[in-house]
Nanobody
């Protein structure tokens, strides 16, 4: 069964760091693109960061640029999101997603609809 499982969320204070992990099982997503999205209460799900199949292309939402870093480990079939200098506005459920879209695999992509597999999410809460 294809599955994505996020972990690493929690409650932290503003300025702290967290590292989210996304573990893939069932299907080898090694040649797929990954993305991190988040959804705050009452808001739509939004793109946070994406990475192409080989890690050579990454992208970030303006709101997290220079604070978050996405990376992937092919050997372990894992993707990570290092989140630094966290702010209260980063509070949300964070989702890992995988895209088999050809262009996404080559370049990464930011559109929710281009991702076919989703995890259940992990809560990140940043207190002020």
């Amino acid at each position: 069964q294809d599955q994505l499982v996020e972990s690493g969320g929690g409650l932290v204070q503003a300025g702290d760091s967290l590292r989210l992990s996304c573990a893939a099982s069932g299907r080898a997503f090694v040649s797929y693109a990954y993305g991190w999205f988040r959804q705050a209460p009452g808001k739509e799900r939004e793109f946070v960061s994406g990475i192409n199949w080989n890690g050579g292309s990454t992208s970030y939402a303006d709101s997290v640029k220079d604070r978050f870093i996405i990376s992937r480990d092919h050997a372990e079939n894992m993707v990570y999101l290092q989140m630094n200098s966290l702010k209260p506005e980063d509070t949300a459920v964070y989702y890992c997603a995988v895209s088999s879209d050809y262009e996404c695999r080559r370049y990464g992509c930011q559109t929710t609809s281009r991702y076919q597999y989703w995890g259940q999410g992990t809560q990140v809460t940043v207190s002020s």
